[in-house]
């Protein structure tokens, strides 16, 4: 399936139904980060910590206490601090920085404690 043009609600969907894992979403978004890193649209890829995440968000909706975005991969803006991982700012001061909280903007995608 094309997931990239897939809307989230079918991704959740999908996820609930378990049609699909967190693990195979994620694994399928860090599969078309490499094919075009060309690009360099991103700045920080923790293929690792993406599929730990990923793993941990399988367990969650197993358990039937997942949100509604619990196990969709998401990327976005490095301006957003999200807690360990590397965030500049656009910024060569910044370079290397590791944040240890996260930004209000990624606090309100409602990812549960437990993915961090």
């Not at 979403?25 to 990923?54: C, M, P, W």
Request: net charge positive; glycine share 6%.
């Amino acid at each position: 399936m094309s997931w990239h043009q897939t809307p989230i609600a079918l991704m959740a969907k999908a996820l609930a139904a378990k049609e699909v894992s967190s693990t195979e979403l994620t694994k399928y978004f860090l599969d078309r980060i490499e094919a075009g890193k060309r690009f360099n649209a991103y700045l920080d890829v923790s293929t690792h910590l993406s599929l730990e995440q990923a793993s941990k968000a399988d367990k969650i909706i197993a358990s039937g206490k997942s949100g509604k975005l619990t196990g969709i991969p998401v990327a976005h803006k490095d301006v957003f601090v999200t807690r360990g991982w590397k965030s500049t700012a656009a910024s060569k001061m910044l370079e290397g920085y590791l944040s240890p909280f996260d930004a209000t903007v990624v606090s309100n995608l409602g990812i549960p404690d437990e993915l961090n």
